[in-house]
Structures are given as structure tokens and as C-alpha cells.
């Protein structure tokens, strides 16, 4: 069994251990053309650019990351992301939390410039553009499309916001948070 390499060669398919996704730089045009899988548990605790809206960092997301080629004949290079699991937003109404589930499949069509590809165009044909580089972030990819997937209010269908009665007291919100938490 071979533990050190940083991935296992299975033919032309390379699968990166799971712990390594999130710090994995990849050569985009290679990795599409070669039609290289990686796949892996993200940590939610490793998504610094959500931690404001959730309520715990607890879990994690399995994501999986296809090199390939455009559906159509015009041979485009394109990684697929598939992001599935469970984030607990906070609440914008009650503070409290809020399952939000996550199932994402996106197509990322690597292009030399974002700039030739009017973001119209993109949204009708089902996919983003996003520019090709031989060192390409896979953390900050998925990063992304969480970010992007995130209400811009979450909200549940039905809650109260916290009562006068928690909040005249002490006017502070994080005060707010430490009653409903006692609560
Ligand atoms: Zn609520």
C-alpha cells in the first residue's frame, strides 16, 4: 500500500487521499485533458470565507472534482465540481440555525479569459467560464461555488425575531445570542 505519494495512481485516473483536497494546486488544462478525479471530505472548519454565517463549523463536505471535456463537439477543456452536504446558517430573522443543504454540480469551462466570455452567454449555456492556469487552487474553487450557493438573507419560513423581553436588557446582539443559547 503506498501512503506517501501525495496521489495513487489508478491508470489515468489519480484520486487524491481525502485529507489533501482542500490544499491541492492542480494544473487546470492538464488535469481536464487527462481527465483526472480527485475526491475527498472537506472540512466546513476549512472554509474561512463562510465562517460569518454559520452557527457551527462542525462536518464537512464531500466533494469531488472531474477533468473532462464540453458536452458539444467543440472540445472545450472543463473541470466538474460536485460539492453535497449540510452547512448550519445562521438565521437573519431569530439568529438561530438553519440546515442548509448543499448539492452542487457545476461546470467550470476553462477559458484563457474570463473577459471573452460575457457572464449572459455563460448562464445560458450551463456553465461558468474561469481562467485556466497551471496552478489552480482546488480549495479556493470549491470555496467559491459554496460562497456563491449561500442565501444572500437566510431565513427560515417561520421564526420571530428575538423578543423585547431578551432584548431590552441589554441591547448588545451577542448578548442576544447568549440568552437564546441559555434558552
Ligand atoms: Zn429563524
Not at 47 to 65: H, N, P, Q, V
Not at 101 to 119: A, G, N, T
Request: proline letters at 5%; hydrophobic letters at 40%; aromatic letters at 4%.
Amino acid at each position: 500500500m503506498i501512503t506517501s505519494a501525495p496521489f495513487l495512481a489508478t491508470g489515468r485516473v489519480r484520486v487524491a487521499p481525502k485529507q489533501m483536497l482542500m490544499q491541492m494546486v492542480i494544473d487546470g488544462p492538464e488535469f481536464a485533458r487527462r481527465m483526472n478525479r480527485a475526491q475527498g471530505l472537506v472540512a466546513i472548519t476549512d472554509l474561512a470565507r463562510i465562517r460569518e454565517y454559520l452557527t457551527t463549523e462542525d462536518g464537512s463536505l464531500d466533494c469531488k472534482l472531474q477533468g473532462g471535456f464540453s458536452e458539444d463537439d467543440s472540445g472545450h477543456l472543463e473541470l466538474r465540481l460536485s460539492i453535497a452536504g449540510e452547512l448550519q446558517l445562521k438565521c437573519q430573522r431569530c439568529l438561530q440555525a438553519m440546515r442548509f443543504p448543499l448539492d452542487l454540480e457545476k461546470r467550470l469551462r476553462l477559458v484563457m479569459s474570463v473577459r471573452d466570455w460575457p457572464e449572459e452567454d455563460v448562464e445560458d449555456e450551463g456553465f461558468d467560464a474561469i481562467e485556466a492556469s497551471r496552478e489552480m487552487a482546488v480549495g479556493a474553487l470549491i470555496e467559491d461555488e459554496v460562497v456563491l450557493a449561500l442565501p444572500i438573507s437566510p431565513r427560515h419560513e417561520n421564526c420571530d425575531f428575538p423578543t423585547m423581553k431578551d432584548t431590552k436588557q441589554d441591547a448588545s446582539p451577542f448578548a442576544v445570542l447568549r440568552k437564546l443559547k441559555i434558552d
